[in-house]
């Protein structure tokens, strides 16, 4: 039946986690009331991306856009917006820096700049429903590709669009089908890499929870493409929500035939089965990923032989990630000369990008190849938020480097990223301000390969764990000049000799900063202070007279290192002071400094 | 529900030995298998016993060792690091008694660290068994914890 209006409540996991369920079921009880219910649908849509404003709430016709909606506020957007048409001004969502309300939501500069290809469907359709995906000419490129298409020529569509792999290192997407296309042997498969760790990454979660049939498709153009029957999709055992929508998007292509046997009367066979991580960075890695679909233990083999020629239980496979199948529909329905057009000569279409850290809007943008750092950070994201400045953006997770503020015209794209000492890896963009120590974060990426280090080749295994020593030694006031040298040559001995992309990338936090920052080094070893005030050993917490004596400080200390009566200022126990930063996080006046220890008490 | 009823959900293919192990674990309290619920898995599964301890040992949702009936899993990956998760970890610390790989004496919590769990932006998170809890806040960190004792008693 249609419908005279359409209220899409965000379904992703950041809303549902800020009680959309809630605001769905109210709006249901009002509406019902209201006796409106057959007139408006209800969505529950995926992920629009602009997570810190939420709960979203959007209306179409009109596409507005209402932020931080409760459940208090509903009955006024039905009884208002819904039976009279009026605009609920109070409810529209605001401009980071100026604080214009907007009507629109294409008006937002958060969606203005942005172009969505692999997010086209995100928080557009109810992800739970093929209809809605089909509605919005999903599996048309399928049935386009099975009906008037060769498998070679597929593959040569493929090549010629100029797709590079969103997971990571950016290979050719159409040389990989290539490559097990000409495989020959009766069994392929197609994997689908849905293993996204990166941490600050999540627009394959959001890909997933919001628009899992396209991923569903691409496969089967792929399938068709290279010669393969069965695909596999890798997913982390984090995501539960992707699972299940996964599972449900499967049951119902099944049901309509888009899987199966004899798919469009083509007759051309494809299925696809799930199989879950179960909590391993490393199966993130092709070669690992596969021994973990085996059933083994998930730890990456030397290549060549490439998947393509000897992957899953030796047969040739195709592997590509969530964000990369995205795109594959799209392609086919609007041909490789249209992908081709957008982003730049070497990289094109789009990239989403996982905006986190000290950045006003959090969440995720897809932005066309050669876009600037600086329109990303600061015009779509809202530049830095409490008048901080910008310090670093660090991008590709463990894998990538932190960029400085001289690189910030830069446009994007794989190339560029990789020549200023970082990479795309799969997107996550974490801005850092004057507030970071660059020291304590490259130690923090180091913590986090030393951990998911598999342990199978010994540059990984120990060299990370020598460097985090290092690390450890600076932060905690007792480095040398000569331990920065250490560590230098010991990453540059990781990056070279190890045997997967993890450990030849683990160094790259470590050695981007040393570039970009060796004066904060040079400050901890050398002056024995930690510029940012962050890290412990070579800061103090103090309580200035700026306080006004809310006591805010004191419940928030997890250790109860904080004393003093209401409206009184409060004093720290330096003794009990685990410098955690909670009380400046919680101070609402900023009455609280770190300030690094004064030379003398370090000696 | 028995292990045998559970795992044979599965066919008798080693390839779906992680998926039935991670399954059989979370079904029971203790998040756990014992020496003995191995030698029946690899029976099933038609693998060696020691290719079974040597995939629980590698996986770390995986373990044999029992754990807590609730496993908190705290990330601290960076974009929950420079929203102050240490914080997080040191309410939960004190408020239990216990640090990251340990249980507490009453057998309710594990507290344990885990990979990212892309809420990057509503950072830091953390999961307590299927649940994941975001925007945490040492106050919010109490009250979930309070939450838990409340529906064990």
Redesign the interface.
């Known amino acids: 039946m249609l419908s005279r209006m359409h209220i899409l409540i965000c379904g992703g996991?950041?809303c549902l986690?800020s009680h959309s369920k809630e605001l769905r079921d109210e709006f249901h009880l009002v509406l019902s009331e209201l006796n409106l219910l057959d007139e408006v649908r209800l969505v529950m849509a995926g992920c629009f991306g602009l997570?810190?404003q939420g709960p979203i709430v959007v209306m179409t016709p009109g596409e507005t856009f209402y932020s931080h909606v409760t459940v208090a506020d509903i009955r006024e957007i039905c009884e208002e917006h819904v039976v009279k048409g009026n605009i609920v001004e109070r409810l529209l969502i605001k401009e980071p820096i100026d604080k214009a309300k907007i009507k629109n939501y294409s008006q937002l500069k958060f969606y203005d700049r942005q172009r969505r290809i692999a997010l086209r469907n995100c928080g557009q359709i109810n992800p739970t429903d093929i209809n809605e995906y089909i509605a919005r000419d999903g599996y048309l490129a399928l049935g386009k590709v099975l009906s008037t298409m060769s498998p070679a020529e597929v593959v040569a569509e493929m090549k010629k669009s100029g797709l590079r792999g969103r997971g990571g290192a950016g290979f050719s997407t159409g040389q990989k089908w290539e490559f097990a296309a000409k495989s020959v042997d009766d069994v392929k498969y197609v994997i689908c890499n849905a293993d996204?760790?990166?941490?600050?990454?999540?627009m394959d979660?959001s890909v997933l929870e919001g628009d899992p049939h396209s991923v569903l498709e691409a496969m089967a153009i792929c399938g068709y493409g290279i010669g393969s029957h069965q695909g596999y999709i890798y997913v982390?055992?984090?995501?539960?929500i992707a699972v299940e929508r996964l599972n449900n998007a499967i049951k119902q292509a099944r049901e309509l035939r888009l899987l199966g046997k004899n798919i469009f009367s083509s007759g051309f066979a494809f299925d696809i089965e799930l199989?879950?991580?179960?909590?391993?960075?490393v199966c993130g890695e092709e070669t690992a990923l596969m021994a973990?679909?085996?059933?083994?233990?998930?730890?990456p083999r030397l290549k060549p032989p490439f998947p393509a020629v000897k992957g899953l239980w030796g047969h040739p496979t195709n592997v590509n990630n969530v964000e990369t199948f995205a795109n594959v529909p799209a392609i086919f329905l609007k041909g490789a000369d249209w992908f081709k057009a957008i982003g730049t000569e070497k990289s094109s279409g789009t990239k989403v990008f996982?905006?986190?850290?000290?950045i006003a809007n959090?969440?995720l943008v897809e932005i066309p190849m050669g876009t600037t750092l600086r329109e990303v950070i600061f015009d779509i994201g809202g530049g830095i938020p409490n008048h901080r400045k910008f310090k670093a953006v660090?991008t590709g997770?463990p894998s990538g480097g932190c960029i400085t503020e001289a690189a910030l015209d830069t446009p994007i794209d794989f190339d560029s990223l990789v020549a200023m000492g970082s990479m795309m890896g799969s997107g996550?963009m974490?801005v850092?301000d004057e507030d970071?120590c660059m020291v304590d974060?490259a130690r923090?990426?180091l913590d986090?390969t030393v951990?998911?280090s598999?342990g199978k080749c010994t540059p990984c295994r120990e060299g990370t764990r020598r460097m985090l020593d290092i690390l450890n030694k600076i932060c905690a006031g007792n480095g040398t000049l000569e331990d920065l040298d250490l560590l230098e040559s010991i990453a540059n001995m990781v990056k070279d000799s190890s045997l997967c992309a993890l450990g030849q990338s683990a160094p790259n936090p470590v050695l981007s900063t040393l570039t970009h920052f060796r004066d904060e080094y040079i400050a901890h070893v050398v002056d024995k202070v930690c510029p940012a005030g962050v890290c412990s050993n070579l800061t103090n917490y103090t309580i200035t007279d700026k306080c006004i004596g809310c006591t805010k400080c004191a419940?928030?200390?997890?250790?109860s290192a904080i004393s003093g009566t209401v409206k009184q200022q409060h004093v720290i126990d330096l003794s009990k002071c685990?410098r955690?930063?909670?009380c400046k996080?919680?101070c609402p006046v900023n009455a609280i400094s770190s300030k690094p220890l004064p030379k003398e008490e370090n000696k | 529900m028995t292990l045998e009823s559970m795992i044979q959900k599965y066919p008798a293919s080693p390839e779906y030995l992680v998926e039935a192990l991670r399954d059989y674990q979370m079904a029971k309290n203790d998040h756990s298998v014992t020496e003995s619920e191995i030698v029946k898995i690899a029976k099933y599964f038609n693998v060696t016993e020691s290719k079974v301890c040597s995939v629980v040992s590698f996986y770390s949702f995986l373990s044999e060792k029992p754990k807590g009936r609730y496993v908190i899993r705290i990330c601290r990956d960076v974009p929950c690091f420079v929203n102050k998760s240490e914080s997080i970890l040191k309410t939960l610390e004190t408020r239990l008694g216990i640090k990251p790989g340990e249980t507490t004496p009453d057998g309710l919590f594990t507290l344990e660290y885990t990979g990212c769990l892309g809420q990057c932006d509503h950072a830091p998170a953390f999961r307590i068994n299927d649940m994941t809890y975001v925007d945490l806040t040492p106050d919010k960190v109490k009250a979930i914890l309070s939450e838990y004792r409340e529906e064990k008693s």
């Open positions: 996991k950041d986690s997570c810190s996204e760790g990166d941490p600050g990454a999540f979660r982390r055992a984090e995501y539960p199989r879950l991580g179960a909590g391993a960075f973990s679909i085996e059933g083994n233990r998930g730890m996982a905006l986190g850290g000290k959090t969440g660090q997770g996550g974490i850092m970071n974060v923090f990426y986090f951990d998911e598999c419940k928030n200390c997890p250790v685990i955690c930063g909670a996080k919680a």
